[in-house]
Nanobody, 120 residues
């Protein structure tokens, strides 16, 4: 069973940057895709970015060009560099691991989440 532990959330002003990290342990051989979802109050959970072990990536249109996902396979860790943050990026960010990016929502292992708050 995969365990995911997120870190790096917090309160930041609009226009600033944050970096989230997520370390995976246990059952890591089944992990091909890792990524981040987020959920804002009153909204559905949405995919922010995903990355495959090979390095292929997928981004939500709303974060394209501002966020960068990366991965250290040796450390089983995924990162999300968030630049030019906007108040609408405020949400709980969840780390997810799954056999594929498409499988994350329904079949992934999820972390407990980390709060990101962007003030205007």
């Amino acid at each position: 069973q995969v365990e995911l532990v997120e870190s790096g959330g917090g309160l930041v002003q609009a226009g600033k940057s944050l970096r989230l990290s997520c370390a995976a342990s246990g059952g890591i051989f089944a992990i091909n895709a890792m990524g981040w979802y987020r959920q804002a109050p009153g909204k559905q959970r949405e995919l922010v970015a995903g990355i495959l072990r090979s390095g292929g990536t997928n981004y939500a249109d709303s974060v394209q060009g501002r966020f960068t996902i990366s991965r250290d396979n040796a450390k089983n860790t995924v990162y999300l560099q968030m630049n030019s943050l906007k108040p609408e990026d405020t949400a709980v960010y969840y780390c997810v691991a799954a056999p594929s990016i498409a499988a994350m929502a329904g079949f992934g292992s999820w972390g407990r989440g980390t709060q990101v708050t962007v003030s205007s």
